[in-house]
């Protein structure tokens, strides 16, 4: 008999099944609430406890020109060539500034941001700004204070005194006191040096009058710096503007604004005073410079009138300055001339070269006798010749007659130009001729004037640098008297309302996603990790062999499916009689239907399925009998009061008739069970018998349905000793009992065709996980108890 490889599941593909694997998931429903559930109590406590940080921001405009990368004295003269090029300085630059150490430790001194007032809460502590109740003065708090650390217990006693105590382990917070009691106002010796602590008015309203317990706390000026640098943001806001935000985050608002409103004011501060270093030194030496000046300059003009009074000067310069322009003149003619030859000899060269179709360069020859009108001329003529060639050959009488004027002008054009050019020769020596005659003036004036050049362009140039020095002198007094800030404010320090960190909404979220993610995860690991079949999805993509359904859990393992039973496993088990129904179809209506059944291991609720398989065909109608063919280790005797003659006794025996063997179970009206007998010597060799055949072949002819229980498959060959009498065979593996790597054993059964028609039956599966069918219609009759009801899974 061939496999049928009909599945009854033929709507299940062997693609992803989403809704399964989401239904896996689902079941496990409560965990997933617990996890969000003690999730989202984690962030409410982490918000509750969590001191929350404010983001202050500013807003400035830097302008464009200041003291740069040239603190020198030389930043007056910005005017001068060569030393403008650095003083210029960049928003990059400005940044860096605001960012540097230095800027932010000036910064944290002026608002002696080293001393923390701390109330201590029971959970959290929160630090006291404005409204702490006292104020920490220090004592050149260079010395010691900006380098250790300090904490100190402060416990007001009366409204004029206090104790101040130190931490037991902390030697560098030691006190040189007596008793520990102070009065405000009064100086605090302290192993770091001295300090004043004064009351304030303010209250905090996280404080009770009753119930003071404050921390004050000295911590070193480099960390504190270095908390306020990493916390503080300073940006652009454009590549092409000099508006600059700068953003710090705080826990405490007021602190923060106050923060960037001086690290703003610290910064116009230091910058105003590099500038007036710079104009003080400047003013300085330019006064230097016009002593030494005014000394030089005096002398100068005590040369001039002494230079003119003996050698009686009074004006040669001007007469100089005519022979001079009168030679620069002749110059510059002799250079037009000299363009005009070359031109001329261009024009010569073209004309000697052209051809009675090309036309000559005009209006180059200008104001020199008749060439310009003649080339005018020679060049309509060339124009009207071209224009009749169009439509005429150049045997043409009115070309021809064209070509004669042409070449008549020609040679007019060629000795004109000739003329021009001879004249032009001619003034071009004249020109060089009277620029000598001036040249040999000007090379007579005497010595004495040369000198005396000399003497006054000494005095000219001690003149304007005088003035200069003058100008600017006056300039850097303007500078210094009114210095401007380098940046200006455009939005003072503002702290948000709401805290930047840390964010509600995102922490839920957060904690929502862990709380999914985290069962997902344990779940998913637990699932990657548990080797056993636990239910139909497990066995998808693993076998071949068609799914005839799954009996879940039974809360009477040994009761016998009855007529009234409507438990989720008798339901269970009418819907795989029904499809066995559909199974056998094809078997012969003339003679009972064998369904054989076998696992893997014993154990696995084969006998129970079989007893029960065939209580359900008896509920049908039909004449059913059951075998126990597990001659090595009968369980029938536990769901039916059976005697100890069975089968194996008719197989070994030649004088007992089967009838005397097969009992009709009470409570049915044609169920009967032929008992497994008593366990033989040398089972192997019976059901090798004819005997058997005979068995089946009686059998056959009396009964419906039989229900045959044999031995597992993987122990013992009996089963496949008997397997060709079955016309239906059920592997029952048992759910979270048979590993995965198992389903090898079925597998090769199937693939080799050694169970007739067979199919797979999964028992003991967990209804309430919903990975089956479910059976809807069934009654769990044990009721399950509280705990159960909220964490079976």
């Known amino acids: 008999m061939e496999n049928n490889n009909y599945s009854f599941n033929d709507d299940l593909e062997n693609d992803f099944d989403l809704k399964a694997f989401f239904d896996k998931y689902l079941i496990h429903w409560k965990w997933f609430g617990l996890g969000v559930g003690v999730s989202l109590i984690f962030a409410f406590l982490y918000l509750r406890y969590t001191i929350p940080l404010y ?13 740069g990368g040239m603190l020198s004295e030389l930043s007056a003269f910005a005017d001068i060539g060569g030393i403008a090029g650095g003083m210029k300085s960049n928003v990059d630059n400005e940044i860096e500034i605001l960012k540097s150490r230095t800027l932010i430790e000036n910064t944290v001194k002026k608002l002696n941001l080293t001393v923390s007032i701390v109330f201590k809460g029971k959970i959290t502590d929160n630090e006291l700004y404005k409204e702490a109740p006292i104020e920490v003065i220090l004592v050149n708090p260079e010395n010691h204070f900006y380098k250790s650390k300090m904490n100190l217990n402060y416990k007001e006693l009366t409204s004029d005194t206090f104790e101040l105590k130190k931490e037991p382990l902390d030697e560098n917070s030691k006190i040189y006191s007596t008793t520990n009691r102070f009065h405000y106002g009064e100086l605090i010796t302290t192993r770091n040096g001295q300090m004043i602590i004064n009351k304030t008015k303010s209250i905090s309203k996280n404080i009770k009058e009753s119930d003071r317990d404050i921390i004050i706390v000295i911590s070193p000026l480099e960390d504190i710096a270095d908390s306020f640098r990493n916390r503080l943001t300073v940006n652009p806001i454009s590549k092409t503007s000099s508006v600059v935000e700068i953003f710090i985050k705080d826990p405490v608002v007021e602190k923060a604004e106050d923060f960037l409103d001086n690290l703003i004011a610290i910064y116009n501060s230091n ?64 250079a037009e001339t000299e363009i005009q030859l070359n031109v001329v000899s261009s024009m010569l060269g073209f004309i000697n070269k052209s051809t009675s179709s090309d036309l000559l360069p005009a209006n180059l020859i200008s104001g020199q006798g008749d060439a310009s009108g003649l080339i005018d001329s020679y060049n309509t003529l060339v124009l009207d010749r071209n224009r009749i060639l169009k439509s005429a050959t150049p045997e043409n009488p009115s070309v021809i007659k064209l070509d004669q004027q042409i070449a008549s002008l020609k040679a007019n054009v060629k000795a004109s130009l000739l003329r021009i050019q001879s004249n032009l020769t001619i003034q071009k020596n004249d020109l060089k001729q009277s620029e000598g005659i001036l040249n040999a003036k000007i090379g007579k004036i005497p010595v004495k004037e040369r000198q005396f050049k000399v003497i006054a362009r000494q005095q000219k140039v001690k003149e304007e640098l ?97 007529s009234e039973s409507r438990t989720s496993s008798a339901e269970a088990l009418r819907i795989i009689r029904t499809n066995l129904e559909f199974i056998l179809s094809k078997a012969d209506e003339n003679s009972a239907k064998t369904i054989f059944l076998t696992s893997t291991f014993p154990k696995e609720g084969k006998t129970f399925v079989s007893a029960n398989l065939a209580g359900t065909f008896a509920l049908s109608g039909k004449k059913v009998l059951l075998i126990g063919m597990d001659i090595r280790n009968p369980r029938l005797d536990e769901y039916f009061a059976l005697p100890e003659r069975g089968f194996t006794n008719y197989l070994s025996s030649k004088d007992l008739k089967l009838e005397d063997l097969i009992v009709k179970q009470d409570g049915f009206d044609n169920f009967y069970i032929l008992p497994a007998g008593v366990i033989p010597p040398n089972p192997a060799e019976l059901l090798m018998s004819n005997k058997v055949d005979d068995l089946f072949k009686t059998l056959r002819a009396q009964y419906d349905y039989i229900i045959v229980d044999t031995a597992p498959v993987s122990l013992v060959t009996d089963t496949l ?13 048992r759910a979270n009992f048979l590993e995965k790597r198992m389903l090898n054993i079925p597998n090769e059964l199937y693939k080799a065709n050694k169970l007739p028609n067979m199919c797979l039956l999964l028992n003991d599966t967990d209804s309430t996980k919903g990975y089956g069918y479910g059976y809807g219609y069934g009654v769990n009759i044990k009721k399950a108890s509280w705990y159960d009801k909220i964490w079976r899974k």
């Open 721 to 733: 000793l008997v397997a060709k009498h079955a016309d239906c065979f059920i592997y029952v593996a």
């Open 271 to 334: 910058a105003a005073t590099d500038k007036n270093f710079i104009a003080e030194n400047t003013s300085e030496f330019i006064n230097n410079r016009l002593e030494i000046i005014t000394q030089e300059l005096d002398g100068v003009e005590k040369n001039v009138e002494s230079f003119k009074t003996s050698n009686k000067v009074t004006d040669i310069e001007s007469e100089a300055k005519l022979y001079v322009e009168g030679s620069e003149e002749y110059v510059q003619k002799g």
């Open 55 to 67: 983001q202050a921001s500013t807003t400035i405009l830097v302008k464009d020109e200041k003291k």
């Open 466 to 562: 005088y003035l200069y020095l003058l100008q600017k002198r006056e300039e850097t007094a303007i500078s210094l008297a009114a210095t401007e800030p380098n940046a200006r404010v455009i939005d003072a320090g503002k702290a948000l309302k709401t805290p930047v960190s840390p964010k509600k909404n995102i922490i839920y979220l957060v904690a929502l996603l862990l709380g999914l993610l985290i069962p997902f995860g344990i779940i998913y690991v637990i699932d990657l990790l548990d080797t056993k079949i636990k239910s139909r999805l497990d066995l998808e993509g693993k076998t071949m062999i068609p799914f005839v359904g799954d009996v879940p859990s039974s809360d009477s393992p040994s009761e016998i499916i009855k």
